[in-house]
Structure formats: structure tokens, C-alpha cells
């Protein structure tokens, strides 16, 4: 069952000890009892985003939003950037323009520019975070998963181990799926 | 875990249904052949389609000289179309990100299908301001510098007709950002049950990987959030700037403060009431009852009742301060052009369709009786049609100057443009119907365990998943050990 590799990144498929499950509340406790009896648990796998199996797994919350953060910095300044410049200031060489009148009403009058500000700041922290999302997950079109187990885009819960991990007890694995009623123990391939 | 409180019907009705049984009843109409209600609808839509976007041609090769517009009347039907298109793209993202943002986990059944409405008719709207200039391929000068002799002359950031075009196309990417996001696990869901192997292909470039791993469900959620965050505002952004291409000008009927806060009332008052019109076949059609349940037409109506009620009491504020300014132009639109002029027909269209007829959602027996909400929806997508069009061209028809006065009336141009973006939208809504899941299987199923009890799960060790032939469409097999009444706690 337990490739022999000890560090599985050099080759080109690795296994994985998956344990199916029926139910929300199954995944939710198989998950925290396999991290706190020490198992190596790679990853759960369920058809909808269950809630607490973050902390079940003992896993952090996401740093994505600090990202986000400077986004919206960037789009921020990127609007004052482009209002001001084009509006009056002129700060790019070689690209001028002049400071258009309109009405004789001031130049740089910040409450109009405001609008604007809100739309780019909202643009590029939208786009920028998905976009990040995507690229840190590998996650655009045509991409295949690393592992694919049946049915958990359906209805399947799914917790999957590391055999090849020094601290993979396979008996206990096991005896702990049991205990939380799994209904199905298998050996998945995946790329590594 | 939140406890569901027994008064508050199950989100997902039926009994007790298995995951399997949602996922099979939502991609059904995928699966399946279309049905011959599809091509009736579809069809004439294709149809109507085709001759507007001609109709499109024909004016930007004759010019804007083909519709009915004059030197006091430069706006009528196309910025009237303009923002009634966008105001019905309002519901989707406040569906999607301000209730998700309220956790009214109702949200579920609606958000996927009114979403995707959002996008079609901001679609249509943007047609608008485009065909409007004349001469579309000039268009880029929107947001690049005007190039003349004296160096590149850059567009005017104080005006609010520039705000727009930022508000609608953040608007409009966000939204289709957003929509695709939600859609990557349900297209993963069809890719893994479907048998054909195009099908199979396609799905599976578009479900970019997606395999279920909580380490992808993990972020996922948070930039959901984040996304919900920032569309929510971005909602309300969008036709308070609209109104403001409005309220900064100095036209009587236009100038008024309260344009932001009523505009986007009514936007969303048309937007849940085109969402009805469509849900209210499509859950018929595609079988979808037990999801899109007749409470969620029912929070629907409440929610139309309420922002119809902040449209009245619009109406009612501009009232006021046309007699309260003491401002003779302000007050002359409102009581005399208005109530009493040559299109007061369509002010009293505006204040039957959308002040006084959803009164009837009041009732209870009402907002649950189809038929009823039905017809309402469409009395307030015809309500707020006239409402754009007694703002722009009630204000604009008599102006200061009594010698320029003049009527307006469209020509059979403007008739057909109009149809044509109505036919663009039902040809894509359908092809949407046709092609995506048009319910969130993933959130559905979320909600549909929440409000489930823990216990009376009889479904532990059969049935492998996936099993698309024969998929029994709409037909759940409740539990029998758990009643409805039983779910009280998730």
C-alpha cells in the first residue's frame, strides 16, 4: 500500500489513502480526529464549501484578503494617478496635455474625482484577487487536477492521507475511517 | 451550528433530500433535449434579435437622424432603455453579494440565474450610450486622449457621463468575475458526470481543475467574500451614478437630490421583478420547484413590495419639494407637465404599475399565488420603463423657453432597437438555461445539509454518484424517517 519513496516530489504520480464518506458530519469529525491523532491528512475533498473543516484540520485562514488589501491600494492610486495627471498636473513626460477648462471651475476639484476613485479601487481589487486566487490554486482553463476521486463534486465526502508519510499508520487509518462509518477505503493516483 | 427555527420553511423542499438528487435535478435540463417550450421561446427570440441588431446597423450607417429624437427632446427612448437595462441588471449582484453579505441563505436558489441576468442586461445597456454616439468607432475616446494638434486632449473626470462609464464597466467585468467564479465547482460537477465526451472536453477546460480539495474551498470561500464585499457597494455605486447623469444637470425634474437613493430603489424594485418574470416560468420548466420553492417567490414579492414602497415614497419627495422650493420650473414640471401635461398617460402608467399595484403583495395569499406575481412582475417591468421615461422626457419636452417646446415620439427605429435588445436578452437567457446549471449546486447543497437534521440519514453505504443516465429530473426521494417538520437544527 505505502509506496516505498520517502519523499515523494521527485516521481510522477504519488498515492494517496483516501476514506469516503456520506456526510457532512462524518468529513467534519473523521477530519478533526485524524489531525489530532496525529495522521497525516493531505487534504479533504466535498462537493460544497463545508463549514469548520478549516478548523477541524487545524488550518489558517486564507492571507488572500492582505493581498486584496494592497489591490485596492494600487487601484486607489492608480485613479488619483490618472485624474490628476490627466486633469491637470501632467506628471508624465512626453505626454502632456493641458489643464482643460471647464466653466472656470477649478482644476483639481477632488469630490468629482471621487466616483472615480471607488470604481477603480473595486476593479482592480475584484480582478486582481481573483487573479491571484487562480494562479496560487494553478487554476485556469484547461488545467487538470493533481487527483480526481469519484463523486465528490456529487455527493461524496472524501479525507485523504499521505501514505508515504513517516507518522501513515495504516491499521489506524483504518480502524479511525471505521469508527466515523466510511463507506469506502481506497488507493487514489494522482500527479504528484 | 445556527438553529433553524421551525416556523421558517426548508430552503430546499421536498423532504429530505439526497445531495445526488439536487445535483440531478439541477443539471437536467443539461442533459436532456431541449423541450419544445424551449424553442417556442427561443425562436422568436433569435428572431427579434436578428432584426434589432440589423435595425442597429441601418441607423449607425443612416445616422441618429433615424430616430425621433429633436433639438428640446435629445434624449428619449434609448437612454430610457439605457436605464431600464441596467436598472434590471441590479438584482443579480444584490442578490448575490448583499444577501450573501446578510447570510439570507435564500439567496441560493436565485443568485445563478439573476446573476447571469445581470450580465445580459448590462449587456443591452451598454448598447445604448454606444449606438447613441453615432459614430460607435469614435467610442475610445471615452478613456484615451483626443488626439489634435496641441497635444492629447484627455476626457472631463468632473462629469458624471465619465463616471458612468467607469461605474458600469467595473459593473459589468465584476460581475461576470463574479458569476464565473461561483460557476467553476458546478461546472466541475457536470464534467464528472457527463458521458459525453464533448461535453466532456468542453467542461472540463472551463472548470479550470476544480476537483472538490478543501485546500482550493479553503481560499475559495474568503475570495468569494471578498468579492461579495466589494460588489455589494459597487452595486449601489452603479445607479447612484446613473441618476447623477441626471441630478447634476440643471433641467427641472432632474436637478433633485433624492435621484441616488430613489434610483436605486427602483433599480432594484425592476430588477427582482424581471427575476420573478423569468424564475417564475423557469422553475416550472426546468422542474425546479422544490428548489426554487414558492417561499423564495414569496421573499421575492416581499422584497418588491418594499422597494416599490421606497419608489412611492420617491415620487411623493419630489412632490414635496416642487411645492416646497418655491422654485416655478421645479414646480411647473411635477404639477402641471407632469400630472396633467401631454404624456401624463405615462406618469399615471408609472403610478399604477409601481406604486399602487404591489400593494396587493400585502396579502400573503397573493405572494404565493403565481399567476398573481407573475402578472405583477411584468405591470412593474412595464411601470419602470415609464418611469425613466417620464424623468427624461417629461423634463426635457417643455423647457424653459415655452417657443421650444416640443413632443417626442419614436420612430419604428428606435421600436425595433428596443425588441432587438429584448431578444438578445431571451436568446442568451435561454442558452444559459441550456449550457450552465442554472442554480448553485455547490450552495444549494450547502444549505440543504444546514437545515437538515443530523440524525435520519438512511443513505450511508449505497449508491456511487454520477450515475447521469436516466437521472430521474426533479424527483426527490425524500426520507421518509425525516418529515420536513424535523428540521430544526443543521
Known amino acids: 500500500m505505502a509506496s516505498p519513496a520517502a519523499t515523494p516530489e521527485p516521481s510522477a504520480t504519488r498515492e494517496l489513502f483516501v476514506g469516503m464518506f456520506t456526510e457532512e458530519h462524518q468529513i467534519l469529525s473523521v477530519a478533526k480526529d485524524a489531525t489530532d491523532s496525529g495522521l497525516p491528512v493531505e487534504d479533504c475533498f466535498t462537493p460544497y464549501p ?27 492610486f492608480l485613479a488619483i494617478s490618472l485624474q490628476t ?20 471651475k477649478p482644476f483639481l476639484p477632488w469630490p468629482a474625482f ?19 486566487y487562480l494562479i496560487y490554486r494553478k487554476k485556469f482553463p484547461g488545467a487538470k487536477a493533481k487527483v480526481h476521486i469519484d463523486g465528490v463534486t456529487d455527493d461524496r465526502f472524501a479525507i485523504a492521507l499521505d501514505p508515504t508519510a513517516d507518522n501513515f499508520d495504516e491499521d489506524e487509518a483504518r480502524a479511525l475511517f471505521a469508527r466515523h462509518g466510511v463507506t469506502e477505503v481506497l488507493t487514489v493516483e494522482g500527479r504528484a | 451550528m445556527a438553529a433553524v427555527s421551525k416556523l421558517r420553511e426548508p430552503l430546499v423542499t421536498g423532504g429530505n433530500p439526497k445531495l445526488a438528487a439536487i445535483t440531478d435535478a439541477i443539471v437536467a435540463p443539461m442533459e436532456n433535449k431541449p423541450s419544445k417550450l424551449w424553442w417556442l421561446a427561443f425562436i422568436p427570440a433569435v428572431t427579434l434579435f436578428v432584426t434589432g441588431f440589423t435595425t442597429i446597423g441601418y441607423q449607425i450607417s443612416e445616422g441618429i437622424g433615424t430616430w425621433g429624437l429633436n433639438k428640446t427632446v435629445g434624449w428619449g427612448w434609448d437612454i430610457t432603455n439605457f436605464v431600464w ?19 439570507q441563505k435564500w439567496r441560493t436558489a436565485i443568485n445563478r440565474s439573476a446573476e447571469a441576468m445581470t450580465i445580459l442586461a448590462v449587456i443591452c445597456a451598454a448598447i445604448y450610450p454606444f449606438i447613441h454616439m453615432g459614430r460607435p468607432w469614435f467610442g475610445w475616446w471615452w478613456f484615451a486622449p483626443l488626439p489634435n494638434m496641441r497635444g ?8 458624471p457621463l465619465l463616471w458612468d462609464f467607469f461605474a458600469i464597466s467595473t459593473y459589468f467585468s465584476v460581475s461576470c468575475v463574479f458569476w464565473y467564479f461561483g460557476l467553476i465547482p458546478d461546472i466541475a460537477t457536470f464534467r464528472d458526470r457527463t458521458n459525453k465526451k464533448l461535453k466532456k472536453i468542453i467542461y472540463g477546460i472551463l472548470s479550470f481543475g476544480w476537483n472538490g480539495s478543501n485546500r482550493d474551498w479553503s481560499h475559495y470561500e474568503i475570495v468569494y467574500g471578498i468579492l461579495a464585499g466589494l460588489a455589494a457597494p459597487l452595486v449601489l455605486s452603479v445607479h447612484t451614478i446613473v441618476s447623477m447623469d441626471f441630478a447634476t444637470s440643471v433641467i427641472p425634474g432632474w436637478h433633485t437630490t433624492i435621484f441616488p437613493p430613489y434610483f436605486v430603489a427602483g433599480a432594484l424594485f425592476s430588477g427582482f421583478a424581471m427575476v420573478l418574470t423569468l424564475l417564475v416560468i423557469a422553475r416550472k420548466t426546468q422542474k425546479l420547484e ?4 414558492i417561499g423564495h417567490i414569496d421573499n421575492m414579492a416581499k422584497v418588491v413590495l418594499a422597494t416599490g414602497m421606497l419608489v412611492g415614497l420617491a415620487y411623493s419627495t419630489e412632490f414635496l419639494i416642487g411645492w416646497y422650493s418655491g422654485s416655478n420650473y421645479e414646480g411647473f414640471i411635477f404639477f402641471s407637465s407632469r400630472m396633467k401635461g401631454p404624456y401624463a398617460w405615462a406618469y399615471w402608467t408609472m403610478i399604477s404599475c409601481n406604486v399602487i399595484s404591489p ?5 400573503r395569499k397573493f405572494r404565493r399565488n403565481l399567476t398573481v406575481v407573475f402578472i405583477m412582475s411584468i405591470f412593474v417591468n412595464i411601470g ?19 417657443s421650444s417646446w416640443s413632443m417626442y415620439s419614436p420612430t419604428w427605429v428606435e421600436m425595433m432597437e428596443f425588441l432587438g435588445t429584448l431578444g438578445f436578452f431571451f436568446t442568451a437567457y435561454l442558452l444559459f438555461v441550456r449550457f450552465l446549471p442554472t442554480v448553485s449546486i455547490a450552495e444549494v447543497k450547502a444549505v440543504a445539509a444546514w437545515a437538515q437534521p443530523d440524525a435520519n440519514h438512511g443513505h450511508a453505504t449505497d449508491a456511487p454518484a454520477a450515475g447521469s443516465a436516466g437521472a430521474a429530473a426533479g424527483v426527490l426521494t425524500p426520507s421518509p424517517a425525516a418529515p420536513k417538520e424535523e428540521a430544526h437544527h443543521g
Open chain 2, 85 to 103: 437595462w441596467v436598472g434590471i441588471g441590479h438584482a443579480g449582484t444584490a442578490i448575490s453579494a448583499i444577501l450573501f453579505l446578510f447570510r
Open chain 2, 152 to 159: 492629447p486632449l484627455w476626457v472631463n473626470f468632473r462629469s
Open chain 1, 85 to 104: 495627471h490627466t486633469q491637470f498636473i501632467d506628471f508624465v513626460p512626453f505626454w502632456k496635455g493641458w489643464p482643460i477648462i471647464i466653466g472656470g
Open chain 2, 290 to 293: 422544490h428548489i426554487i420553492t
Open chain 1, 50 to 76: 463545508v463549514h469548520g473543516l478549516d478548523d477541524a484540520l487545524g488550518w489558517k485562514r486564507s492571507w488572500i484578503p492582505y493581498a486584496s488589501f494592497a489591490y485596492g491600494c494600487f487601484g486607489l
Open chain 2, 384 to 402: 419602470m420603463w415609464f418611469e425613466r421615461f417620464v424623468i427624461i422626457v417629461t423634463s426635457l419636452n417643455r423647457d424653459y423657453l415655452p
Open chain 1, 114 to 132: 471621487i466616483p472615480v476613485f471607488f470604481e477603480l479601487t473595486v476593479f482592480c481589487t475584484a480582478h486582481i484577487t481573483v487573479l491571484t
Open chain 2, 359 to 363: 400593494q396587493i403583495f400585502w396579502i
